[in-house]
C-alpha cells in the first residue's frame, strides 16, 4: 500500500487524500485530540487513513474469496469496473449532501 501511495498511484491516492481529509475533519472536533498541534493532527489522520485503506483492502479480499460468485455493492461512489459497485439510494433531488455536521 505504502508503495502504491509514493508511486502516485491515481485511484490510491485519492482514496487516501480522501480519507486524510475526513479523519483530520473528524479529529479536530474530538475532545481527545483539541490539545494537539495541527501538525500532530495531520500526522495522526495520515496514519489512521493508510490502517482504514489497509483494513478495508484485508475485507474486501476476503469477501472476494468467500463470496468470489456474488456482487459487491456500496453506497459511496465507484468506477463501477468492480469488485464493488457503486448504488444510489435516494434521488438527488429530494436529498442533498451537507457540507458540514456543525
Do not use: C, W
Not at 2 to 16: G, H, P, W
Not at 17 to 37: I, N, Q, V, Y
Not at 39 to 53: A, D, G, P, T
Not at 61 to 82: C, K, Q, T, Y
Amino acid at each position: 500500500l505504502r508503495a502504491r501511495i509514493d508511486s502516485k498511484e491515481k485511484s490510491i491516492v485519492a482514496l487516501y487524500r480522501g480519507f486524510s481529509r475526513f479523519m483530520l475533519e473528524d479529529l479536530d472536533l474530538h475532545p481527545a485530540t483539541k490539545e494537539l498541534s495541527k501538525n500532530k493532527r495531520k500526522k495522526l489522520s495520515s496514519q489512521v487513513s493508510f490502517e482504514m485503506i489497509q483494513r478495508n483492502q484485508s475485507y474486501s479480499n476476503l469477501v472476494e474469496m468467500v463470496f468470489p460468485d456474488h456482487l459487491r455493492f456500496s453506497i459511496h461512489a465507484h468506477n463501477n469496473a468492480g469488485p464493488k459497485f457503486g448504488i444510489q439510494l435516494f434521488d438527488r433531488e429530494v436529498v442533498r449532501a451537507t457540507q458540514t455536521l456543525e
